[in-house]
T-cell receptor, first 114, second 110 residues
Framework: EAQVTQNPRYLITVTGKKLTVTCSQNMNHEYMSWYRQDPGLGLRQIYYSMNVEVTDKGDVPEGYKVSRKEKRNFPLILESPSPNQTSLYFC?????????????FGPGTRLTVL | LAKTTQPISMDSYEGQEVNITCSHNNIATNDYITWYQQFPSQGPRFIIQGYKTKVTNEVASLFIPADRKSSTLSLPRVSLSDTAVYYCLVGDGGYSTLTFGKGTMLLVSP
């Protein structure tokens, strides 16, 4: 089954404790991205990757890191999480970059930073 | 990137047709218009995409006037399960950053 998977689905952590949220897709897509969703603010793009070893900032990249060492994986790294990073996170992939390519979203990761 | 404006919320009843309009006055020549649907605590899901005139698929229609400064997503005979947030996106292959905005919360009542 074609899908985007994220792990963990739920995570409660404390300020400053490094964490990684994994994202994997099995559709051989070149483009992958991370979004965060907060009440009243909609979906905002954090980082995206056009292909392996190619990443770039989205609208809200502060406090996050990403890497794209393999085509299928695009982990989101929070080196020193803070309470303002409490949010619902979505990973997405599409065949290529651009709005004319349908994006496929993962199930989401709900992160709470205490 | 073309900025989009949508109503924050809309209400409807089962069986009615719902039209959600998105304004995108600064749309560029190469931009496409795409709509996504999102249920609570789930990732958005692609609904429909178009460039001009009318596009129809099994779940919705998309109407785009000649000047392309707006677009209307039409959902025929909505049911309770159509209660969701609907996002309008405008952009093309040249834009790697995609902006979803705040979307339109559609509430369908019995």
């Amino acid at each position: 089954e074609a899908q985007v998977t994220q792990n963990p689905r739920y995570l409660i952590t404390v300020t400053g404790k490094k964490l990684t949220v994994t994202c994997s897709q099995n559709m051989n897509h070149e483009y992958m991205s991370w979004y965060r969703q907060d009440p009243g603010l909609g979906l905002r793009q954090i980082y995206y990757s056009m292909n392996v070893e190619v990443t770039d900032k989205g609208d809200v990249p502060e406090g996050y890191k990403v890497s794209r060492k393999e085509k299928r994986n695009f982990p989101l790294i929070l080196e020193s999480p803070s309470p303002n990073q409490t949010s619902l996170y979505f990973c997405a992939s599409s065949p290529l970059a651009g709005n004319y390519n349908e994006q496929f979203f993962g199930p989401g990761t709900r992160l709470t930073v205490l | 990137l073309a900025k989009t404006t949508q109503p924050i919320s809309m209400d409807s009843y089962e069986g009615q047709e719902v039209n959600i309009t998105c304004s995108h006055n600064n749309i560029a020549t190469n931009d496409y218009i795409t709509w996504y649907q999102q249920f609570p605590s789930q990732g958005p899901r692609f609904i429909i995409q178009g460039y001009k005139t009318k596009v129809t698929n099994e779940v919705a229609s998309l109407f785009i006037p000649a000047d392309r400064k707006s677009s209307t997503l039409s959902l025929p005979r909505v049911s309770l399960s159509d209660t969701a947030v609907y996002y309008c996106l405008v952009g093309d292959g040249g834009y790697s950053t995609l902006t979803f905005g705040k979307g339109t919360m559609l509430l369908v009542s019995p």
